[in-house]
């Protein structure tokens, strides 16, 4: 996962891409 300002954002993409 790459480092961004917002860690919920990067979160919440990675469990969109789950779903």
């Not at 990067?10 to 779903?19: A, C, G, H, P, R």
């Given at each position: 996962?790459?480092?961004?300002p917002y860690?919920l954002i990067?979160?919440?993409?990675?469990?969109?891409?789950?779903?």
């Open positions: 996962l790459e480092k961004k860690l990067d979160f919440s993409e990675f469990l969109q891409i789950n779903v």
